[in-house]
T-cell receptor, first 113, second 109 residues
Framework: KAGVTQTPRYLIKTRGQQVTLSCSPI?????VSWYQQTPGQGLQFLFE???????NKGNFPGRFSGRQFSNSRSEMNVSTLELGDSALYLC????????????FGAGTRLSVL | SQQGEEDPQALSIQEGENATMNCSYK?????LQWYRQNSGRGLVHLIL?????REKHSGRLRVTLDTSKKSSSLLITASRAADTASYFC?????????FGPGTRLSVLP
C-alpha cells in the first residue's frame, strides 16, 4: 500500500505570494491532518479534514486554509506569505478506527524569502 | 496550552546503552503515542498506549503511562546508531491531537 504523498517536496516563494500544498493520503484513510513544524514552535496542528469537512482547527490565522476532495486528497493554501511561514509542512492521514494513529508524509519544505 | 513537555530536550548515549525519554501532559487524554522523526522527514508512529493501560512493549521499546502524574516514559533498550532521531510524544484529547517539543537522541557508535 502506498504511503502518504506530499507534493512538492521543496518550495521557494517570496513574501506576499500564495502557495498550495498537496497531500494524497493512504488508500482508505478518510482523515487528513496538517501540521506546521518550525525549530522555534515545534509541531503545531493546523487543521483536520474528514469526509471533505473540516473537523478540527488549530490556532492559525485565516491566511491558512485547506480543503479535502471526495477522494480524500487534501490541499493546504497559505495566502499572503510571511517570512515566518517558512517551515516544514507535514500531512498525516489516519484510518480513524485505529485510535487516531497518524501516518505522515515526508513533508513540504517551504522557504519564504 | 494542552501541549505536553518532553525531557530531556537532548540526549547523547553510546551504542548498546538504554535511552529514556519522558513526557508530561496537562489534561485527561484518550491515549498517548510516541513518534520518531529522522532529520526533517515525516514522523513515524512507534507505539500507542491507551489511558487504561500502564505499560506496553514493542520490540526494544517500552512505554509506561502514569495518569495520576500525567506522564509517560519511552525506554529504548540496547540502542543502535540507527536510533538517532527526534522522538515526540503525542497526546490524543479526542478533539485535539497535540505533539510535545521532542527529545533529540544521538546514539554514538
Amino acid at each position: 500500500k502506498a504511503g502518504v504523498t506530499q507534493t512538492p517536496r521543496y518550495l521557494i516563494k517570496t513574501r506576499g505570494q500564495q502557495v498550495t500544498l498537496s497531500c494524497s493520503p493512504i488508500s482508505g484513510h478518510r482523515s487528513v491532518s496538517w501540521y506546521q513544524q518550525t525549530p522555534g514552535q515545534g509541531l503545531q496542528f493546523l487543521f483536520e479534514y474528514f469526509s471533505e469537512t473540516q473537523r478540527n482547527k488549530g490556532n492559525f490565522p485565516g491566511r491558512f486554509s485547506g480543503r479535502q476532495f471526495s477522494n480524500s486528497r487534501s490541499e493546504m493554501n497559505v495566502s499572503t506569505l510571511e517570512l515566518g511561514d517558512s517551515a516544514l509542512y507535514l500531512c498525516a492521514s489516519s484510518l480513524v478506527r485505529e485510535a487516531n494513529i497518524q501516518y505522515f508524509g515526508a513533508g513540504t519544505r517551504l522557504s519564504v524569502l | 496550552s494542552q501541549q505536553g513537555e518532553e525531557d530531556p530536550q537532548a540526549l547523547s548515549i553510546q551504542e548498546g546503552e538504554n535511552a529514556t525519554m519522558n513526557c508530561s501532559y496537562k489534561t485527561s487524554i484518550n491515549n498517548l503515542q510516541w513518534y520518531r522523526q529522522n532529520s526533517g522527514r515525516g514522523l513515524v508512529h512507534l507505539i500507542l498506549i491507551r489511558s487504561n493501560e500502564r505499560e506496553k512493549h514493542s520490540g526494544r521499546l517500552r512505554v509506561t503511562l502514569d495518569t495520576s502524574k500525567k506522564s509517560s516514559s519511552l525506554l529504548i533498550t540496547a540502542s543502535r546508531a540507527a536510533d538517532t532521531a527526534s522522538y515526540f510524544c503525542a497526546t490524543d484529547y479526542g478533539q485535539n491531537f497535540v505533539f510535545g517539543p521532542g527529545t533529540r537522541l544521538s546514539v554514538l557508535p
